[in-house]
Nanobody, 126 residues
């Protein structure tokens, strides 16, 4: 069992920045991918960014490319999401996710996630 705890959410104005963190409470040796998903009220959960367990390969949703950066510190068992140039449409609950197996198109497949964090709210206002 992998427990994920997010932090770093909050309220920010458009154009601002936030950094989300996700700490894993146990050793994640059986995890192949880590990622961030988000869900706005009335909308489906969508993938934002993901990274392999080695911290080498990354993928991003088109809506956040060039603005968000995902990174992984294996020494600290912590995943990060640096969010810059935030827009109103980035407002959502952000969830940390961990996946054990090989999954293609992970960002479009939240059902493939094995472990979820409890979420952290990001609110962007004008």
């Amino acid at each position: 069992q992998v427990q994920l705890v997010e932090s770093g959410g909050g309220s920010v104005q458009t154009g601002g920045s936030l950094r989300l963190s996700c700490a894993a409470s146990t050793y994640t040796y059986n995890v192949r991918y880590l990622g961030w998903f988000r869900q706005a009220p009335g909308k489906e959960r969508e993938g934002v960014a993901a990274i392999d367990a080695g911290g080498v390969s990354t993928i991003y949703a088109d809506s956040v490319k060039g603005r968000f950066t995902i990174s992984l510190d294996n020494a600290k068992n912590t995943l990060y999401l640096q969010m810059n140039s935030l827009k109103l449409e980035d407002t959502a609950m952000y969830y940390c996710a961990a996946v054990k197996g090989f999954v293609s198109a992970l960002l479009r497949r939240p059902a493939a996630v094995d472990y979820w964090g409890q979420g952290t709210q990001v609110t962007v206002s004008s």
